[in-house]
């Protein structure tokens, strides 16, 4: 860089160091992008500086068509962002060229989710190995438990380690579940989950008085003796990998988060409300939880071609 937007861009990166303690690699990323962005301005005979947000524009166009993917371009453009506040800070530009600009769109990928075979298999073995005695069946009705609330509550994962152990006092169908922004909510428990926390919880109680260290009992569901008191869900994770791998399931189709999104689209596809699984989900949001419309759309077409007349009829034609 040799002109006055080449001395613009290091009184920016100074800045950035010295006023925001920005990173080496973030100096790094918008050195190369700021860079990148005055080579494109050259061939345009203006510099960064001087730039017009059509100048702006251009440039965004010439990423997309060089096969730059949105989110890529998204980084450039929040980059140049920053570039021009700074400038307009300074004084040496009255306005700031990105001020109307749109970042690019970013394709909302479609959630991995398991099959209703795949989540039967996973819960079978599960509660297969949890019935086997043995020093470590507590762990194994631990990973059953999991599941099968997991499964029949979509909660997220952090939620469900870390539930209190007053759940095994609840004597019914409904659990409150306390999620983002200590927000409560209820939702249902299977028969399958109610018997498998009954089971794990006296199983609980037996290791706890076997122990006779002194100690109470711990105030959560899924002891840990790390430092948050529950079980790390990086734990679970891992376990309910290795239960896919004896499963003859995928290992790398399989997370907590993949069983919760199973949960989600698997009410949709069996006529739930969009609404009534947004609350169970915990979303603020209906837009979040409409990211599982595709499985409404597979649901609704399939509806009218089975149901409607005219569909019935386009049948018999052909």
Partial sequence: ????????????LEMMSA???????TLQSYERDLEDALSHMRTRATGLTGAATDDLRHYLAHLAAQGFKPSSQARRLSALRQFYKFLYAEGLRGDDPTGILDAPKKGRSLPKTLSVDDVSRLIGLAETEAAAPGPERLSRLRIHVLMELLYATGMRVS??????ASVLAQDGRFLV???KGNKERLVPLSQAAIRAMRAYGT??????????TGERESPWLFPSTGKAGYLPRQVFARELKSLASRAGIRVATISPHVLRHAFASHLLANGADLRAVQELLGHSDISTTQIYTHVLEERLHDLVQNHHPLAKQAKKQD
């Fill in 159 to 164: 939620e469900l380690v870390s539930l209190p």
């Fill in 19 to 25: 006023e925001r303690g920005a990173a080496v690699n």
């Fill in 177 to 179: 579940i306390r999620g």
């Fill in 203 to 212: 199983a609980l109680a037996e290791a706890f008085a076997k122990a006779d």
């Fill in 1 to 12: 860089m040799s002109d006055l937007s080449a001395a613009h861009v290091e009184a920016f």
